[in-house]
């Protein structure tokens, strides 16, 4: 079982109308509700594959319950810890006329001493027949930097490795803990720039491995050596409206490879066709995957610069 742990999901929340005029009142001619967050994109990938897979994390009030709820149409079983506040919302207004898209961002919920210590226990439990833990995303209110840490050397002393997706502060901590596969959180400005050199230099002797982006594939840093995995022409690239999907479809593609320990040759090459196959929504499609995955190349391992 794979568990996929999001500690600030949100509910998305879509509308589309034939003009949005601010100020007036516009009449809304469509509405989507689907479950946000890295982690919860990463099980619905993963189930559609056939793994089973629990996605767990905090989740509260009626925004927590439609989450649920979403992810169980979509056939993912959720373990959510709950907590007393609403979960935040992202509301997105489509102009269907200038094609153009507003967001509104609520702030996160804040976590409490005592929904920590029920999160910490609910995990725990969890770790009891997990083969891998993907942890995903930003942090809500109240919770401390070091938890992506904590959490790592909880699955650490069960035997379970860790999928750390994450950015900023808890990636430095986290990536402290040994998991055993490190994919930094970058903007799509940002890759290949400053912040994902900065990158490199984390000791590769505390994460086992390094993911970077790298134009059109990833670059893999090892203890042991740099791998380099690439498509021609795929269907996302980074920097482009599916980048996320692009991003989101790259974690599911690495974690059924660190819990059944793959060789990084047949890693690589599930990631990174995962990723490039996904449509521009973020859905898994089987066909565009089988038709890509022999297309990727991989070169490795090569010295670390």
Not at 227 to 239: C, D, E, V, Y
């Amino acid at each position: 079982m794979i568990v996929t742990v999001t500690l600030n999901p949100s509910l998305l929340v879509d509308y589309a109308a034939d003009r949005v005029e601010l100020g007036a009142a516009n009449k809304v001619t469509r509405i989507r509700h689907r479950s946000g967050g890295r982690g919860l994109a990463v099980a619905r990938l993963l189930t559609a594959f056939g793994h089973e897979v629990v996605a767990a994390g905090l989740a509260g009030g009626s925004a927590g319950e439609l989450i649920r709820a979403e992810l169980a149409k979509a056939g993912v079983p959720t373990q959510f810890t709950r907590i007393a506040a609403e979960s935040r919302r992202t509301v997105r207004v489509a102009d269907t006329a200038t094609r153009r898209i507003t967001s509104l961002d609520e702030p996160a919920p804040y976590i409490t001493t005592e929904e920590l210590g029920r999160l910490a226990a609910d995990y725990r439990a969890l770790l009891d027949g997990a083969t891998a833990i993907v942890l995903c995303g930003s942090l809500p209110a109240g919770l401390p930097a070091e938890i992506y840490g904590s959490l790592i050397s909880y699955a650490s002393g069960a035997g379970v490795p860790v999928v750390l997706d994450a950015g900023g502060i808890p990636l430095r901590h986290g990536a402290a803990r040994r998991p055993a596969l490190v994919i930094p959180d970058l903007p799509a400005a940002d890759v290949g720039g400053a912040e994902a050199a900065s990158l490199t230099e984390l000791d590769l002797t505390e994460a086992g491995a390094i993911v970077l982006q790298a134009g059109c594939g990833i670059r893999v840093l090892t203890g042991t050596g740099e791998w380099l995995a690439t498509i021609p022409r795929p269907r996302n690239s980074p920097g482009e409206a599916e980048f996320e999907g692009f991003r989101d479809a790259l974690v599911a593609g690495f974690v059924p490879g660190i819990a059944l320990a793959w060789s990084w040759p047949d890693m690589l090459r599930h990631a990174v066709a995962l990723a490039a196959s996904v449509s521009p929504s973020g859905e898994a499609d089987l066909a565009a995957y089988e038709a890509l995955l022999p297309l990727v190349a991989v070169t490795g391992p090569m010295p670390t610069a």
